[in-house]
């Protein structure tokens, strides 16, 4: 995309449009024309072509406020948009529409910045609405190429916390830090982390894994559940005289589905799982390994901690103490480090009361504890997994134009 191009003073001198639509069939024509008519807008602003159509126009006048495009029978839909911002002047709001009714083309053509893409056929409604949105900003690094990060938690031993570690974790990220998250389950029958939230498991990690061809954007956005705006959770709760049959690639598929439209992905690993999980460990840049302070906990930090180092020498592997209450008969923190020859960055106070109230309510900890020790102890460290504190406010091309 050409910035000069994009940033060229309009052919024409005028005042600018309020509205302006382009659409290839009758029925889009009537939805658009309804919409002009309830807003008081020229009906002459409804045209008859594509986005191909509205591309030519622009060259020859002024970019309306609003414009909608019509994107159906278009071979590459994110090429044509791209076209279309080449002309287009600072200030307008796109809404594109279309036959094709794919997660896919429609995060990617958000992400591109289009305000909203609406599935044929529509009604005037619908089109208000989606004028209303703001487009939505991917996270990125500085090259420019969208950027997922993939935080694994692991238990050292049954019972530490570490599926509450990594549910709190994940809704800090989406609720505090304004960061779209996916939370995924991998204990397929003994999960609880959808339990803790109050939510449905549903089946679709179950059919991702078995089946691994089906996985696509769409599957993914069908599969997981949404609990709030931000964060979407992925889990199961499968039959235990059920045999789970993976596919070495199921989990490569899924995850990397994922990081295309995620820009945290946390996963609670089960520690019995971590051996035939190694490749999906490889591509962690955090692991977070939680445990308590006893001797086998020691043990198999060192164990894991190994294991983590080898598997992924790229990333950061973090230590968690969980439950701390200073009983005589844990070890020290000193002790502990000494043994498994690393250091504890996080220690998290035993807070039963807290937890067991959350659990109950189903609710996370910040909503239910949100100024205990606790929950500061947990922020830092969603603040350290994500990157950072609250996403900022990044502004594309595109985002420049429309606002």
């Given at each position: 995309?050409?910035?000069?191009?994009?940033?060229?003073?309009?052919?024409?001198?005028?005042?600018?449009?309020?509205?302006?639509?382009?659409?290839?069939?009758?029925?889009?024509?009537?939805?658009?024309?309804?919409?002009?008519?309830?807003?008081?807008?020229?009906?002459?602003?409804?045209?008859?072509?594509?986005?191909?159509?509205?591309?030519?126009?622009?060259?020859?006048?002024?970019?309306?406020?609003?414009?909608?495009?019509?994107?159906?029978?278009v071979d590459d839909p994110l090429g044509a948009i791209n076209r279309l911002a080449d002309v287009c002047e600072p200030g307008t709001t796109v809404v594109a529409f279309g036959t094709v009714n794919?997660?896919?083309?429609?995060?990617?053509?958000?992400?591109?910045?289009?305000?909203?893409?609406?599935?044929?056929?529509?009604?005037?409604?619908?089109?208000?609405?989606?004028?209303?949105?703001?487009?939505?900003?991917?996270?990125?690094?500085?090259?420019?190429?969208?950027?997922?990060?993939?935080?694994?938690?692991?238990?050292?031993?049954?019972?530490?916390?570490?599926?509450?570690?990594?549910?709190?974790?994940?809704?800090?990220?989406a609720h505090e830090q304004n960061r779209r998250v996916a939370l995924v389950d991998l204990d397929l029958q003994?999960?609880?982390?959808?339990?803790?939230?109050?939510?449905?498991?549903?089946?679709?990690?179950?059919?991702?894994?078995?089946?691994?061809?089906?996985?696509?954007?769409?599957?993914?956005?069908?599969?997981?559940?949404?609990?709030?705006?931000?964060l979407f959770v992925l889990g199961a709760e499968e039959p235990l005289d059920s045999d789970v049959l993976y596919d070495e690639t199921a989990l490569d598929l899924l995850f990397g589905e994922l990081g295309e439209h995620f820009e945290c992905i946390?996963?609670?690993?089960?520690?019995?799982?971590?051996?035939?999980?190694?490749?999906l460990l490889a591509t962690a840049e955090r692991i977070v390994l939680v445990t308590d302070l006893s001797l086998a906990g020691m043990r198999d930090i060192m164990r894991l901690s190994g294991l983590a180092k080898n598997c992924a020498p790229e990333a950061t592997v973090t230590v968690v103490a969980n439950r701390v209450n200073g009983d005589r008969d844990s070890l020290k923190k000193a002790e502990f480090e000494r043994g498994f020859e690393g250091r504890i960055e996080y220690l998290i106070p035993d807070d039963r009361k807290s937890v067991a109230a959350a659990l109950n309510a189903g609710k996370p900890l910040p909503q239910v504890?949100?100024?205990?020790?606790l929950v500061a102890i947990l922020r830092k460290l969603s603040r350290a997994a994500s990157g950072g504190g609250a996403k900022p406010q990044q502004t594309s091309l595109w985002r420049r134009l429309v606002k």
């Open positions: 995309m050409n910035l000069a191009a994009m940033l060229k003073p309009s052919a024409n001198e005028g005042e600018r449009q309020p509205f302006l639509a382009f659409a290839a069939d009758a029925a889009s024509r009537e939805a658009l024309a309804d919409l002009a008519s309830a807003k008081d807008w020229a009906p002459t602003a409804v045209r008859e072509g594509g986005v191909d159509d509205a591309v030519v126009a622009l060259q020859r006048s002024i970019s309306p406020e609003r414009l909608a495009v019509d994107l159906t029978d794919d997660i896919t083309l429609y995060r990617r053509l958000i992400e591109a910045g289009v305000a909203d893409y609406l599935v044929k056929p529509f009604d005037a409604q619908a089109l208000e609405d989606a004028f209303a949105h703001t487009p939505e900003e991917p996270a990125r690094t500085e090259e420019g190429e969208k950027k997922s990060r993939l935080i694994v938690v692991i238990g050292a031993r049954g019972g530490v916390g570490a599926s509450t570690v990594a549910l709190n974790t994940a809704w800090i990220m003994f999960g609880s982390i959808a339990l803790s939230l109050d939510l449905d498991p549903g089946r679709g990690l179950r059919e991702a894994v078995e089946n691994p061809g089906r996985i696509d954007g769409l599957f993914v956005e069908r599969a997981m559940v949404r609990e709030s705006e931000n946390v996963a609670d690993m089960p520690r019995s799982s971590v051996p035939m999980h190694q490749r504890a949100g100024r205990s020790k």
